[in-house]
């Protein structure tokens, strides 16, 4: 059978049930920092056509003849520097970020499903899926946790989903969030990162905007992520004051020996460190939680390429994760996109607001 039966009781779920739904997506994780686990999820984040883009037949020797049988145990050693005692850092502030955005919504009286999916790794996109279906959902809000539009991560999610229809025989309706770099409630969020950070500890000499590389052919044909990187960084360093010599922007996880985006970030830092930088203060603003690249690549390996390299100061900044700007910010956005669906108001939390606005006349009379 081609298509997927039916859940049995999709047509009797309660009437209390909401029929709208939001998705957060996020890039994904090993299920432990070991070097199985490591293979599993290398073999389907490598296979993916729209992060390696080299044909299959040229592709496939290299990736399961040389790459799955070295990375896995180094990769594992890196995880297992940044795991945690709960599990994975990104699995775990994803799933908060999830928890947190429906409390939100919730407070402003919008009743939605709020669940997460990881691209690779679990739990998949196609699974949660099924459970929303499951569970009478019939309306999609898909938000995948990228801020900059990129084919090798916000496009890869479409994928995953549209694979997953291909296999319904009645499919929910659909929207897709495909950006917010720009956002102003997103700009804020990381702009009081900073100004937070400054507070506790001073201003830097230089602020390092370090985002997620991609191969430099991407941007020849047409992808719009180094643009939307540039912007990110331009709107942050206007909200911050900061002069364009104090920003630089970079370029981390390089893969393979093809050129990706420039300049790359740890090469930026240790030239820095050369010329006289006492202190440099790093964060990722196009990763929406913590994870091995920002915990494990900038925070342990940049850093101490900083150090090593003469540099006195090296500050990290914490990614937004359950930061409440950001978390309103993201609430904002789903909010937008849900707009023209049949609403589905808490009743009991609209009664709440209407007795507090009522009480705040009486008040005022």
Not at 92 to 118: I, N
Not at 134 to 142: M, N
Not at 180 to 201: R, T
Not at 266 to 290: H, I, K, N, Y
Request: some cysteine; hydrophobic content about 40%.
């Amino acid at each position: 059978m081609r298509f997927a039966p039916e859940p049995e009781h999709v047509h009797g779920a309660p009437a209390s049930a909401p029929h709208t739904a939001v998705l957060l997506c996020n890039l994904g994780t090993p299920d432990a920092p070991t070097p199985s686990a490591l293979r599993r999820y290398l073999a389907e984040f490598l296979a993916d056509p729209r992060v390696v883009e080299i044909p299959k037949l040229l592709w496939w020797p290299v990736l399961h003849g040389v790459i799955l049988r070295l990375r896995p145990a180094k990769s594992a050693a890196k995880y297992a520097s940044i795991w945690t005692a709960d599990g994975s850092p990104l699995k775990l502030w994803t799933e908060k970020q999830a928890k947190l955005l429906l409390g939100y919504m919730g407070q402003r009286g919008h009743r939605v499903s709020v669940r997460y999916a990881m691209r690779y790794g679990m739990p998949s996109v196609g699974s949660v899926l099924d459970d929303l279906k499951a569970a009478g959902v019939t309306r999609v809000l898909v938000i995948p946790l990228y801020p900059q539009y990129s084919g090798t991560t916000t496009a890869s999610v479409v994928d995953a989903v549209n694979l997953w229809t291909s296999r319904q025989r009645v499919v929910p309706e659909l929207r897709f969030v495909s950006r917010y770099h720009d956002d102003p409630g997103y700009i804020d969020a990381l702009a009081q990162s900073v100004l937070d950070h400054a507070q506790k500890n001073g201003r830097p000499d230089t602020l390092v905007l370090s985002f997620h590389g991609v191969p430099r052919r991407t941007l020849r044909l047409g992808d719009p992520y180094h643009c939307e990187c540039q912007k990110t960084a331009r709107l942050l360093a206007e909200r911050l004051d900061f002069k364009p010599e104090q920003v630089r922007v970079t370029f981390q996880s390089r893969f393979g020996k093809a050129e990706w985006l420039q300049p790359y970030t740890e090469p930026t830092l240790v030239a820095l460190a050369r010329q006289g930088v006492r202190r440099v203060d790093v964060m990722c603003p196009g990763f929406s939680a913590d994870c091995l690249e920002t915990l494990e690549e900038i925070d342990q390996e940049a850093r101490q390429a900083f150090i090593g390299a003469g540099g006195r100061e090296f500050h990290y900044i914490p990614c937004l994760n359950d930061q409440h700007r950001w978390i309103a910010s993201l609430s904002e956005i789903a909010m937008r996109h849900l707009q023209g669906w049949p609403p589905e108001h808490d009743d009991a939390a609209e009664r709440a607001r209407q007795r507090d606005r009522a009480a705040s006349m009486g008040a005022s009379r």
